[in-house]
């Protein structure tokens, strides 16, 4: 499987912004969750938010809950991250993962994992 993100760039903060990870292989899509992690200059990476296969449950690490959104359409094998109300401290690098369980995207315990597309958030 192999992930392409793209949807980073530079916005000010308060901003919204949507990432996509789109997914090119002959597996099924729907079979995998998907998650977002995210990594600041000098900082190690991070978990930012995971969804299931078939969409029904989605996790976020607390810092953006309530302001990014993870989804996914599998008839198009495109995992969403839309993000609102962008701070500063949101700069980072952003990947996108496949696993084979929710709960252990959010670990970091991974199948695939896509090249990142980053995010600058100014003040």
């Known amino acids: 499987v192999q992930l392409q993100a793209s949807g980073g760039g530079l916005v000010q903060a308060g901003d919204s912004l949507r990432l996509s990870c789109e997914a090119s292989?002959?597996?099924?899509?729907?079979?995998?969750?998907m998650g977002w992690f995210r990594q600041a200059p000098g900082k190690e990476r991070e978990f930012v938010a995971a969804?299931?296969?078939?969409?029904?449950?989605?996790y976020y690490t607390s810092s953006v809950e309530g302001r990014f959104t993870i989804s996914r359409d599998n008839g198009k094998n495109t995992v969403y991250l839309q993000m609102k109300s962008l701070k500063p401290e949101d700069t980072a690098v952003y990947y996108c993962?496949?696993?084979?369980?929710?709960?252990?995207?959010?670990?970091?315990?991974?199948?695939?994992w896509g090249q990142g597309t980053l995010v600058t958030v100014s003040s």
């Open positions: 292989s002959g597996r099924t899509f729907a079979n995998y969750a």
């Open positions: 969804i299931s296969g078939s969409g029904s449950t989605a």
């Open positions: 993962a496949a696993g084979q369980r929710i709960a252990l995207l959010q670990v970091g315990v991974h199948d695939y």
